[in-house]
């Protein structure tokens, strides 16, 4: 473990923040410090919280309350599979615009709905849409 300042790009963006305890792997004989998979995975679950992206784990709670797979959800928000599954293992964070669909994706069912169909996105139920906001506003 040792304090580290993290210096990531994501988004266009270089974000950097402290980590107190950041785990490191220790060479036995010359005892040079170097990073694992787990050192990368630390960083990215910081960069995560530090810009408040949705972590791996509550996308899997959202979408095992949903009842919605990996796969499913990866065609409602038309990108690949593999990409989901990238986020999850926290191999990639999404973008900040990806992270807004997420959660405007699981507030609203209409949201859902509309993107659930196939095709081309159909915003002609937007009346409904507007109906299920304003009730979630009062
Ligand atoms: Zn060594």
Redesign the pocket.
Known sequence: MIPYKAEVKHDGKLHKFPIVKLKVDK?R????EFFTTATDEQITASLRSTIGLLPPAEIRRQLGQLGISQRTFASHLRIAPETVSRWMTGLAIQNRALDTLMRIYFAFPAVRQTLGKAGPLDMSNRDQVNKIVHRAKA
């Open positions: 060479c004989s010359c005892g040079e």
